[in-house]
């Protein structure tokens, strides 16, 4: 076990203890040597855990202290630092900005070794780019979704037809080319995709579809067959 992923399991074995633990059970329960135990318990006082007790008649966490928020194991890091790379691949703007900020956040709240996990940059998500759509950006359509607000598009089908549509937007699908945009269609009646490089132009139609939201994604996931608009 790495010393990251230690340290966090030592807190959380003495944040639920009822008693105090010794270095040796903790040890055993870690499958570890006791002389790590204690260059863990050095490390974490060092980092003002109130970690309080010694050698030979265990150690105690004093009451009233919890971990802070953003508090991950390794492997918790390491899958933040992929989805995060991973974010930076779409084409959407917002959410790769939003991803970076994130980034900078955690490295800054995070302790020491987690920090290093985080930084080592030995975690890449490889493959192509998606471009942003010209037409819009993906950013409103998420409040859409959000806020239950209706869309107005100017639409090209795969045939190169243009049509004009108010949509629902309820979800949205990121490809590795491009974002899929899941709505229902006031046109056709009917739950649609709209491929985000097909859209032309994209506005609120300043109206709303509130509260009916969830029941169009149940009806959506019980359709996974429908084609694309």
């Not at 939003?98 to 956040?105: C, F, T």
């Amino acid at each position: 076990m790495r010393k990251a992923s230690r340290l966090f399991e030592i807190i959380q074995i003495l944040r639920l203890s009822r008693k105090p633990m010794t270095a040796q059970a903790m040890a055993d329960q870690l499958e570890v040597t006791v002389r790590s135990i204690y260059r863990d318990i050095a490390a974490l006082q060092a980092m003002r855990v109130p970690i309080e007790g010694g050698r030979g008649i265990g150690y105690i966490m004093r009451p009233g202290f919890d971990l802070p928020p953003l508090m991950f194991s390794i492997e918790e890091m390491e899958a933040i630092v992929l989805s995060l790379a991973l974010l930076d691949r779409t084409g959407d703007s917002e959410l790769k900005q939003a991803a970076r900020r994130v980034n900078q956040k955690i490295s800054g709240a995070v302790p020491g070794p987690l920090r290093q996990a985080m930084e080592n940059k030995a975690l890449y998500a490889w493959g192509s780019v998606a471009q942003p759509p010209a037409g819009f950006d993906l950013g409103m359509v998420r409040r859409a979704i959000r806020d239950e607000e209706k869309l107005s598009l100017d639409y090209r089908d795969e045939l190169g037809r243009a049509t004009e549509r108010i949509i629902r937007p309820i979800a949205l699908i990121y490809y590795s080319q491009y974002a899929n945009i899941v709505g229902w269609c006031e046109l056709r009646q009917a739950i649609r995709n709209f491929r985000s490089d097909r859209v032309e132009h994209c506005e609120s139609a300043a109206a709303f579809f509130r509260g009916d939201g969830d029941r169009l994604r149940e009806e959506w996931m019980r359709g996974w067959a429908n084609p694309p608009a």
